[in-house]
Nanobody
Framework: VQLQASGGGLVQAGGSLRLSCAASGRTFSSYTTGWFRQTPGKEREFVAAIRWSDGRTYWTDSVKGRFTISRDNAPKTHYLQMDSLKPEDTAIYYC????????????????WGQGTLVTVSS
């Protein structure tokens, strides 16, 4: 599975951005895709994920109600709509995929895209 992320940028606090992650290569009927983020000196943090078989979503508490995750089957792309952005959302965002959801730690995910930088100014 190859993942290609896009959509980062600079936005003011309270604004919105949409990240996209296109998947190609071998896919699995029950795979899950999602997003992590990372700031300097910190571990990669789980943000959200969606299970493709049934649309079940997984979240970290700090973004619930502000971010939305969705997917399109053709092409296999998932999106992270980020609204009401805060300066603390500033990070490099990575899309990821796993054959099945096995937890919110980065080591549980098998496939990674390149990061895209999101900067939220105050």
């Amino acid at each position: 599975v190859q993942l290609q992320a896009s959509g980062g940028g600079l936005v003011q606090a309270g604004g919105s951005l949409r990240l996209s992650c296109a998947a190609s290569g071998r896919t699995f009927s029950s795979y899950t895709t999602g997003w992590f983020r990372q700031t300097p000196g910190k571990e990669r943090e789980f943000v959200a994920a969606i299970r493709w078989s049934d649309g079940r979503t997984y979240w970290t508490d700090s973004v619930k109600g502000r971010f939305t995750i969705s997917r399109d089957n053709a092409p296999k792309t998932h999106y992270l709509q980020m609204d009401s952005l805060k300066p603390e959302d500033t990070a490099i965002y990575y899309c990821a995929a796993a054959t099945r959801f096995s937890g919110r730690t980065a080591s549980a995910w098998q496939y990674w895209g390149q990061g895209t930088l999101v900067t939220v100014s105050s």
